[in-house]
Structures are given as C-alpha cells and as structure tokens.
C-alpha cells in the first residue's frame, strides 16, 4: 500500500497539461504549493534504510507507517516501527485500504500498542489517518497532519550557506556514469559545486528534478539527482559543498585511508583469531 498511497499523492498533484502515465523520476519528489511543500521519500528497500540509520543520517523528518486495514501488522511493518524508534523519527500512521468491506481499523490501532505506539484516538500522542490510495479518500487529511506535524517540530533550513545533504540512493548508468539522488538538507546546491561524498568527491555537472528537468540549484529539502560522481557513493553517506578541489581531495583521501585501516583491522584480527583456535 505505501507506493500506492505516493502514487495517489503524485497523480493528485499533477498538472493538467501533463497527459499519459506518470513518470517517477527518482525515488523521492516533492508536492503541495510554494510555502508548504512536502518531500517525500519511498524508501529504497530495508537495506539501504538500515544503512542510513547505520549512518546516522537523520534523513527525514516524520516517518508515514502504512498500514493495511485488511491485514494489520506485518513483519516488514514491526521493522519500520524499529527503524523509525532507533532514529528517533515521530511517526504518523496510515491506515490504509479503508474502501475495503470487513475492514477493521480498531485492530490496527490496538496491534500498535504492543509495539508502543499510542495513536491519538487512544489517548496517545500519534497521529492517525484512515485513508484509500485507490479511491483518493482522505489524502488531504493526511497531508494537513504532515504540516501539522512540521509545525509542531518547527522544522526550517538556511538556505544561504553552503549546501549539505544525504544520498538517498546511487546508480551506475550508462553514458551518464555515476548518478546519485542527494536530499539536500540546508543551504542551496548549484552546478559546478565542489563536493565530497563519503570518501567520494567531484564536481556538481548537472542537477535534475523528481521530473527529469535539469535545474541550476536545489534548495532546502529539494531531491536531485546528481551527476559528477567518479564512482557510487553509499545510501546513507553525507553530502557536503566544500570551498576548493584541494580540500575535496584531501577529505576523501583521510576517509579513504580510514576506512582502509578499518577493514585492514578487521581482517588482521580475523587472521589472529584464526591462529588461536587452531593453537587451542
């Protein structure tokens, strides 16, 4: 149900002039007017999701758990309530499929509690809405909850300092090279930027929207795709604007030179280890 519910989301906000099927871009766009929109990102898989939390890169603000009020719970569901615990993220739930005859939302709410989310209808302070992806039910509801939400968080960003952000996913393609989807999370990305991305640096050669538009610049909370990267960073690693090449260089040369001492460590120690039980 969570794409189903993103593709609502999407086709809802459309243009008119737009025809034929939608076209996702990039796992993550934005939607809603000028000084209130939402970005939303579809998790690429629980790996990568693990990876950023790994990472402790706090990559969104407000974590939507989908939940289908057909079949309540499932393990994948147990393991985004974790995710979502460990990044202390707060939580609001969907529940979703609500066109559905015999449908019990009530349980939804109760099987939550063992997990420790109390929603708001049980005297909790989670946010829950009962909505349909397939019949567009209640899609503004949840989409007034996120603002509330982020109003209540007072979550804003300086869009005039050089830009910072977080990989959301890379990819390997061909004739383009390198690509990855960067959140920028403050300041304002532009071409030709100078940049160093886990022990990766390059050049910004062309930034493109949830679209497929090229854009000169990426402002707070804005999802591009970057081209300039000579080989694939990391979902989870930061993505940092840095004044000169030199500085690039020398930053991903130090974190290259560590995490080579650490796998060094790693395998040294596996060796040793080897050696005593063999001695024992």
């Not at 990855?180 to 640096?201: C, H, M, N, P, R």
């Amino acid at each position: 149900g969570k794409t189903s519910i993103l593709d609502a989301f999407r086709s809802s906000n459309v243009v008119a002039g737009e025809s034929g099927g939608i076209t996702q871009h990039i796992g993550a766009y934005q939607i809603g007017e000028k000084d209130k929109k939402i970005t939303f990102i579809d998790t690429p898989g629980h790996a990568a999701f693990s990876n950023m939390r790994a990472r402790g890169a706090k990559t969104t603000d407000i974590i939507i758990l989908v939940v289908a009020a057909d079949d309540s719970l499932k393990p994948q569901t147990i393991e985004s309530i974790a995710h979502a615990k460990a990044a202390n993220v707060p939580i609001i739930v969907a529940i979703n499929k609500i066109d559905l005859p015999n449908i019990d939302p009530e349980k939804v709410r109760q099987d939550l509690l063992a997990h420790e989310i109390i929603v708001e209808k049980l005297s909790g302070d989670v946010l829950d809405v009962e909505v349909s992806a397939l019949k567009k039910i209640n899609l503004d509801k949840l989409k007034d909850s996120i603002l509330l939400q982020a109003d209540l968080l007072n979550l804003n960003a300086n869009p005039n300092r050089a830009a910072r952000g977080s990989i959301i996913e890379s990819k390997l393609e061909k004739g383009r090279g390198s690509v990855a989807t960067v959140l920028v999370q403050k300041g304002t990305l532009k071409v030709s930027d100078i940049f160093v991305s886990g022990a990766e640096w390059g050049k910004v050669k062309a930034l493109i929207d949830d679209k497929g538009n090229n854009i000169k610049e990426a402002k707070p909370s804005m999802p591009v795709e970057v081209l300039g990267f000579d080989s694939n960073p990391l979902a989870g690693d930061d993505f940092v604007v840095v004044e000169s090449e030199a500085a690039a260089r020398k930053i991903a040369e130090y974190r290259s030179s560590k995490i080579q001492k650490q796998k060094n460590k790693v395998i040294k120690s596996n060796v040793e280890e080897m050696f005593e039980q063999i001695n024992q």
